[in-house]
């Protein structure tokens, strides 16, 4: 049974206290946060003078938890990703930048029900997609509850990887992260878009990772690596992006290695144009790793968007 949703006078005070907090919070750590203070004031601009006569819900791309999270202990992570892509790029965290970002959301509901060929060449080839994956999981990896649990299940691994891939690197944030936690091990990046595989490599030269870390063009329906290959391999928000995702999913077993470790996040009824498969619950996702001929390890769901669960996994070979 479904539990009964809060009444709208309710939902509206909660939103005005959580926003009221986050202001004083730009006001008082801005000297310390200047970029994600910038980011923040941008987007808080735009919803405002924008936005529709129903009120923010049609903004809400967030939850509260998160906004909670990222107030108690997301400036940290965002601030030094965020300085990372002032090092890379001259991308405005300003107005101007906020509208750009729009505009490419925008561009993204002219594919959809496109194919994945016109996906590639309208979004992912686009110069503005690398600043809009990268401020996306500026904000996002960490409170969003994907990188806590990659990291621990990468702590918790019997054997330590050496053989890293992250399938559907994008900006190269996360394939930083944790190769900076896995020391020693080398990374592999893989991405369809030439675009995003320059702003990960520069990510990572910044980092000082490079010299740790090979990125490769390709579909991950297709890779161009030997069969077990790889000791821990991350797909996160990737499969969706598939006409056909068991096909992805079968590539990624096959170059696992026999001990290794597969994460995989993928969200439940996310109907965003560039997604060309949605997943309508979290069985059909379990299903697919099932089929596939994986063992779901440990699972965690969170809420990425209001409404939308994100399925956490952690498999290994059947």
Request: hydrophobic content about 40%; aromatic content about 6%; some cysteine.
């Amino acid at each position: 049974m479904n539990a009964p949703k809060p009444p709208l006078q309710e939902n509206r005070l909660s939103r005005f206290i959580l926003i009221t907090r986050l202001i004083l919070a730009l006001a008082t750590k801005r000297n310390r946060y200047p970029l994600t203070c910038a980011a923040l004031w941008s987007a808080m601009q735009l919803i405002y003078r924008d936005m529709p006569g129903d009120g923010m819900e049609t903004y809400l791309v967030i939850t509260q938890s998160q906004v909670e999270r990222f107030l108690e202990s997301g400036w940290d992570y965002t601030e030094s990703r965020l300085h990372m892509l002032r090092q890379v790029s001259n991308f405005p965290l300003t107005l101007d930048g906020a509208h750009q970002l729009v505009e490419l959301s925008q561009q993204m509901e002219g594919v959809r029900h496109g194919s994945f060929d016109q996906v590639r060449s309208a979004v992912y080839e686009d110069p503005t997609y690398p600043i809009f994956q990268h401020v996306g999981q500026a904000f996002r990896n960490q409170t969003s509850g994907r990188l806590p649990f990659v990291l621990q299940t990468l702590v918790d691994t019997p054997t330590r990887p050496h053989r890293i891939c992250d399938a559907g690197c994008g900006s190269g944030i996360l394939l930083g992260d944790v190769l900076e936690q896995a020391q020693g091990a080398m990374g592999t990046g893989i991405d369809i878009s030439s675009r995003l595989l320059r702003h990960a490599r520069q990510v990572l030269g910044v980092r000082g990772l490079d010299q740790r870390a090979r990125l490769t063009r390709a579909d991950i329906r297709n890779l161009p690596v030997e069969g077990n290959a790889f000791d821990f391999i991350l797909a996160m928000e990737v499969l969706e992006h598939l006409p056909d995702p068991p096909v992805g999913l079968a590539e990624l077993r096959r170059v696992l290695a026999p001990d290794g470790w597969l994460v995989t996040t993928i969200p439940v009824e996310d109907r965003v144009a560039v997604h060309l498969h949605v997943f309508d619950s979290i069985d059909e996702i379990n299903h697919l790793h099932v089929s596939a001929g994986l063992k779901i390890e440990r699972q965690q769901v969170v809420q990425v968007a209001p409404g939308i669960p994100n399925v956490i996994s952690a498999v290994r070979k059947a």
